[in-house]
């Protein structure tokens, strides 16, 4: 199971909220907050994109164990089917779920500059 990846994007989310609570309302302030959230941008970016991947992975990883099984391949179990397919269903729930959150986010920011 891929939760890794999104414990990491979560992780990063608390970093970078506590980050802008410490900051304080300085000239230079906005300016270095630019500056990061540049390149955190991109780190950012770089983690959801791996989640993702690993989400992908984990459906693929399942249906090719499907396939096999359905094949009569004899060294793929139908446990072995089964804790694929919740794995990968778990993960793409998991992915949802931040995809969710990020898409509420979004709107709330919208409706404060609005």
Same mark, same amino acid.
């Given at each position: 199971?891929?939760?890794?990846?999104?414990?990491?994007?979560? %992780? $990063?989310?608390?970093?970078? &909220?506590?980050?802008?609570?410490?900051?304080? #309302? *300085?000239? @230079?302030? =906005?300016?270095?907050?630019?500056?990061?959230?540049? %390149? $955190?941008?991109?780190?950012? &970016?770089?983690?959801?994109?791996?989640?993702? #991947? *690993?989400? @992908?992975? =984990?459906?693929?990883?399942?249906?090719?164990?499907?396939? $096999?099984?359905?094949?009569? &391949?004899?060294d793929v179990s139908l446990s072995d089917?089964?804790?694929?397919?919740?794995?990968?269903?778990?993960?793409?729930?998991?992915?949802?779920?931040?995809?969710?959150?990020?898409?509420?986010?979004?709107?709330?920011?919208?409706?404060?500059?609005?």
């Amino acid at each position: 199971m891929q939760i890794d990846p999104m414990q990491s994007v979560l %992780a $990063q989310m608390r970093s970078l &909220a506590a980050q802008a609570a410490a900051r304080p #309302d *300085g000239g @230079n302030a =906005a300016a270095a907050l630019g500056a990061t959230a540049a %390149a $955190q941008q991109s780190d950012f &970016a770089t983690t959801l994109k791996t989640a993702v #991947d *690993g989400v @992908n992975g =984990a459906l693929q990883q399942a249906n090719a164990l499907q396939q $096999q099984f359905i094949s009569g &391949a004899s060294d793929v179990s139908l446990s072995d089917v089964m804790l694929a397919s919740q794995k990968a269903s778990l993960s793409f729930q998991a992915a949802l779920q931040v995809r969710n959150k990020l898409v509420s986010a979004y709107q709330d920011i919208m409706n404060i500059q609005a």
